[in-house]
């Protein structure tokens, strides 16, 4: 038997590594990116193309994305301090000198790279700085931007653990153990939280970033008489400095009281104190809830300098999507009929954004509903997986699909339910169903199943042992 003569490509990343190199050398830098991200997904771990896919990326001028690349690598990878190289090369690129020159100082002093230092040296000019001090700068810079990097981003886990992988001494900081608090606290760890709140406070009273933290924590909790009496004192109390401004300014936009929000955040930004995405995203929330919508739209704007958000989190979409839950708590959560609050159900799950939800009154209605609705609610937002409620939330997804009216899905919601009464409909997929229903009762374009068929991709067999069952439930 002849030996097959097919040349099979290496099923590891070198060969498009060796392709980027060349792309590289000839400064077509997003070709190289491209081949390079095609080597990183074969081989994930290897260090050499995590670091020539930062710059590349870098180099195509995506250098935030390269950053926060690099940041996802150096939390998979246990915190390792060796991605400081390339976060201080990443930012040469972008010519970022303060995070270059900080990074790459805590690089330095790490793994003592001589020849890194002078590069550094050469670079920032940095002879007249001691060194000592710019290691303790960078400890400190690095910190906090890794740390607010990772809780921006939601990755909240991370951001704490991140926290207990630096030196005690660091973590023993005010600043420090701020922030450990604050990321109990959305962890829902409210006891470690409180115990590192209420010693900040013992120790100083006038920390601002304490007492806005115990604050949320006491709004968390329930404890409204805490929550109040802190809430007074955050009201009243002028905070002493730019950093607490911001701290108090943020957690009153959070707690939704706007007027003072506004009134200790816009002066950070109209001075050009501190602009940030957090300042400019408290700034759209807090300008738009007291009326003023076109400086709320110039800020969300701005933020997108910083961090890029899709519209659907603006305050405008989210006062419409607030609206639109409200009128679904009106017209079905709130109705006597229990096939309609299911259909409401069914549309609360399309709000977006989905945390809109959270803390709604449709949860005090929900616990009054039967246990149908109660199956459907936990389904819907607690992944409960049970296949008759499949049919019925994926007919409901086909029919919402094609502008089915209401009239329409509450006859659907009676038919599966008259189905799965008097017999078995285990074969059937909601989709299939969903469409032979409207095939039969609501076929105002006299299409055929042949063409229902085709314009679905559904088998004709299974539409018409559908439209078979249907009928002879009728």
């Given amino acids: 038997m002849k030996k097959n003569n097919i040349i099979s490509l290496q099923s590891d990343g070198r060969i498009y590594y060796m392709q980027a190199m060349k792309k590289k050398h000839a400064e077509r830098y997003s070709e190289a990116r491209d081949l390079l991200l095609r080597a990183h997904e074969l081989e994930p771990y290897n260090r050499e193309y995590i670091s020539e896919l930062a710059y590349m990326t870098a180099s195509s001028g995506q250098a935030e994305i390269a950053e926060q690349f690099l940041i996802d690598m150096f ?15 990443v930012n040469i690129i972008d010519e970022e000198p303060n995070k270059a ?30 060194y000592d001090e710019l290691v303790q700068e960078a400890d400190e810079f690095i910190g906090m931007f890794i740390f607010q990097t990772l809780f921006m981003n939601g990755n909240i886990e991370a951001s704490l653990d991140f926290l207990y992988s630096l030196d005690i001494e660091v973590q023993e900081t005010r600043e420090y153990r701020n922030q450990k608090a604050m990321a109990l606290l959305f962890l829902n760890k409210f006891e470690e939280a409180q115990v590192i709140l209420e010693t900040l406070l013992e120790e100083d009273q006038t920390d601002m970033n304490a007492l806005s933290h115990l604050t949320l924590l006491y709004f968390y909790t329930g404890n409204m008489e805490e929550y109040s009496r802190f809430l007074r004192k955050l009201e009243v109390v002028e905070p002493l400095d730019e950093d607490a401004r911001l701290k108090v300014g943020l957690v009153l936009n959070f707690l939704n009281k706007s007027e003072m929000s506004y009134k200790l ?3 950070l930004y109209k001075k050009k104190v501190i602009i940030n995405f957090q300042l400019l995203h408290a700034l759209a929330q807090s300008s738009f809830n007291i009326g003023k919508e076109e400086e709320s739209r110039q800020y969300w704007q701005e933020l997108q300098k910083y961090q890029s958000l899709d519209e659907i989190h603006s305050p405008w979409k989210r006062q419409e999507a607030r609206d639109t839950l409200n009128r679904i708590i009106d017209v079905y959560l709130q109705s006597e009929d229990p096939d309609m609050r299911m259909l409401g159900l069914f549309k609360s ?6 945390d809109i939800i959270l803390g709604s009154p449709m949860w005090d209605l929900i616990d009054g509903f039967g246990n149908k609705e109660k199956l459907y609610t936990a389904y819907l937002f607690n992944k409960l997986e049970m296949a008759k409620i499949d049919r019925l939330h994926d007919g409901l997804v086909t029919l919402e699909g094609i502008d089915a009216t209401d009239e329409e899905m509450l006859g659907f919601i009676d038919l599966i339910r008259q189905l799965e009464e008097g017999l078995n409909t285990s074969k059937f997929e909601g989709e299939t169903l969903a469409l032979a229903y409207m095939y ?13 068929s085709k314009m679905n991709q559904i088998y004709m067999r299974q539409l018409e042992d559908a439209v078979t069952l249907i009928k002879q439930n009728e």
Wanted: a negative charge; proline letters at 3%.
């Fill in 75 to 89: 939390v998979r990878d246990n915190f390792d301090t060796k991605y400081y190289y390339d976060l201080s090369e």
């Fill in 101 to 130: 020159l900080l990074f790459g100082m805590k690089y330095v002093d790490l793994y003592d790279d001589n020849a890194f230092y002078d590069e550094l040296f050469e670079i920032f000019e940095i002879a007249e700085f001691d």
């Fill in 265 to 267: 955040l816009y002066p």
């Fill in 349 to 354: 799950s399309l709000i977006a954004p989905s």
């Fill in 440 to 452: 039969i009762y609501h076929n105002s374009e006299d299409d055929s199943l042949l063409d229902i």
